[in-house]
């Protein structure tokens, strides 16, 4: 079968992601990042043939400016012709899609539309998109929503307690994040268990610097932690999670305004607030061994909260099969895994800490002993290949 090579692209509100990658064996031509958009410090870092680059952008420059770099860079090294398709993640994609669509302006207008209920992420996504149409114009581009793989949640699961005019008029409602995420480790995990995802109940944490947690039964998701919006649910690196909502009014009383509560819940929370260290889990880590009273409370606070929701998962999956950790913080940590593993005993899980210790780096692997019960599993995620596949079967049926 011949090569199918995507260019799939992830904007940030001040990144950009990329790679070429071939959709049928998930092999990466050329990936980067770059970072730093619109700052003074901005960059791009790219992997090309297994050597690494790093070149200075212009000050202050923005995402067109990254994307024009990768395009002489895709030009320069005569990649262009090999591609079929520009795969965008769009981080909310509301009701209105259940799956990856090829994008025209009835799609834009869509995606902006409910670009209020993730502010940071979709229009970010959305000057991509434009980047990327103009330097690509006869390349389909294709848009793959992180909430599509969350549709299939009843309305128990994605329902508010609140005035149900709510709902129908403004569409406030649970949507998931990270779908890409969890729809790829399912499958990976039904190869390891070598059943038909049909017939397994899986557990999926996507850890992070955003943090979700799915319940998916027969390989669709019923259930799944985070909100309307990426800030409910578990602690994140500098999202608070759940909180009560009364706190805003609390805060309010204080003197916050709305943007200052909304920084505070998004920006300044999370394992950064309760650890007064870092956001970023590995200082916390090193910390925490150094017995530093806050990191230790921002990790038991961190695997208190992942651990609840996992059991409280039990409930709309009837049997457990297997709990998937992934993610940076879920691939790489085994302290983490250990911690949260050691507060689901009631499922009769056992760590090995061997095998917890060697599936880390990009390394795969069942990380328990139990000899009956569900097992817990680490699966190195790959949403550029979801994005990958999904673009070159929509450009094949089109053909």
């Known amino acids: 079968m011949p ?17 070429i990658i071939d959709a049928q064996s998930g092999k990466e031509t050329l990936s980067g ?8 410090n901005a960059s791009l870092t790219y992997k090309l043939n297994g050597n690494k680059h790093t070149v200075s ?15 002489q860079l895709i030009n320069d090294n005569k990649l262009s012709d090999q591609l079929i398709a520009v795969g965008h993640r769009v981080v909310h994609g509301g009701e209105q899609f259940t799956g990856s669509v090829i994008i025209n302006e009835e799609v834009i207008s869509a995606i902006t539309k409910v670009s ?15 980047a990327a149409t103009k330097a690509f114009g006869t390349l389909p581009q294709i848009a793959v929503f992180d909430t599509a793989f969350h549709q299939t949640m009843p309305s128990k699961a994605y329902l508010y307690a609140l005035p149900y005019a709510l709902y129908k008029e403004h569409s406030v409602r649970r949507y998931g ?3 890409t995420s969890h729809y790829f480790v399912s499958g990976q995990a039904a190869e390891v268990l070598q059943k038909p995802i049909e017939d397994i109940n899986l557990i999926s944490a996507h850890l992070g610097n955003g943090c979700s947690v799915t319940a998916i039964k027969g390989g669709k998701s019923v259930d799944t932690s985070m909100g309307i919006t990426p800030l409910e649910g578990l602690v994140m690196g500098t999202r608070s999670g759940d909180v009560d909502p009364g706190l805003f009014s609390f805060l309010s009383n204080l003197g916050y305004s709305a943007k200052k509560i909304d920084n505070l819940l998004n920006k300044e929370s999370g394992l950064l607030g309760l650890s007064q260290l870092s956001n970023d889990c590995r200082t916390i880590e090193e910390q925490y061994e150094k017995q530093n009273p806050q990191a230790i409370l921002a990790l038991n606070v961190f695997c208190y909260r992942l651990a609840k929701y996992i059991a409280s998962y039990t409930v709309p999956l009837g049997k457990l099969d297997a709990i998937i950790f992934t993610g940076g913080i879920g691939e790489n940590s085994n302290l983490i895994r250990e911690k949260v593993l050691n507060l689901l ?13 060697k599936a880390r780096f990009g390394k795969s692997g069942i990380i328990t002993n139990n000899n009956s019960g569900p097992i817990a599993l680490v699966i190195p995620t790959n949403e550029e290949w979801v994005i990958a596949q999904d673009s070159a079967q929509l450009v094949k049926e089109v053909k």
């Not at 199918?4 to 509100?13: A, D, K, R, T």
């Not at 990042?33 to 003074?40: D, H, K, S, T």
């Not at 420059?61 to 990768?70: D, M, P, R, V």
């Not at 009631?346 to 917890?356: A, C, E, Q, T, Y």
């Open 345 to 357: 005993t009631i499922f009769g899980l056992s760590v090995d800490n061997d095998k917890n210790l």
């Open 177 to 179: 994040f990270h779908g």
């Open 3 to 19: 090569q199918q090579y995507v260019l799939v692209l992830n904007c940030g509100s001040s990144s950009l992601k990329f790679a």
């Open 116 to 130: 209020a209920l993730a502010p940071l992420h979709n229009p970010a996504n959305l000057v991509g998109i434009e």
């Open 57 to 71: 952008l212009a000050q202050n420059a923005q995402h067109a400016q990254a994307i024009s770099l990768l395009v």
């Open 33 to 40: 990042l770059a970072e730093c958009l619109g700052l003074e």
